[in-house]
Nanobody, 119 residues
Framework: VQLQESGPGLVKPSQTLSLTCTVSGDSITTNYYYWGWIRQPPGKGLEWMGA???????YYSPSLKSRTSISRDTSKNQFTLQLSSVTPEDIAVYYC????????????WGQGTQVTVSS
């Protein structure tokens, strides 16, 4: 299973960050798998942001729920993160992940993509 993040590495403050994860070796509709996003700000720990289930149901971190949206394109086997109203506090390495029967226990990770917020 391979996951690959793509998207802009630089976003301006107040804009919306959009990242796409392309999955190979598995289908994002396979039962009991969740496809999510985790980020790590510089010098800080990992933060789970949210996930979309095999069924299409979505789950979000309470602290980010108001700004986060995760969607999918099953025809392309991709899922997308949108984070609105970004600030410099959103600077982080963003990872897309797969987890099985758990929202947060990821078993496969993308390589990660650095996102900077700056005007």
């Amino acid at each position: 299973v391979q996951l690959q993040e793509s998207g802009p590495g630089l976003v301006k403050p107040s804009q919306t960050l959009s990242l796409t994860c392309t999955v190979s070796g598995d289908s994002i509709t396979t039962n009991y798998y969740y496809w999510g996003w985790i980020r790590q700000p510089p010098g800080k720990g990992l933060e789970w942001m949210g996930a979309i289930a095999w069924s299409g149901s979505t789950y979000y971190s309470p602290s980010l729920k108001s700004r986060t949206s995760i969607s999918r394109d099953t025809s392309k086997n991709q899922f997308t993160l949108q984070l609105s109203s970004v600030t410099p506090e959103d600077i982080a390495v963003y990872y897309c992940v797969r987890s099985h029967r758990s929202l947060v226990a990821a078993d496969y990770w993308g390589q990660g993509t650095q996102v900077t917020v700056s005007s």
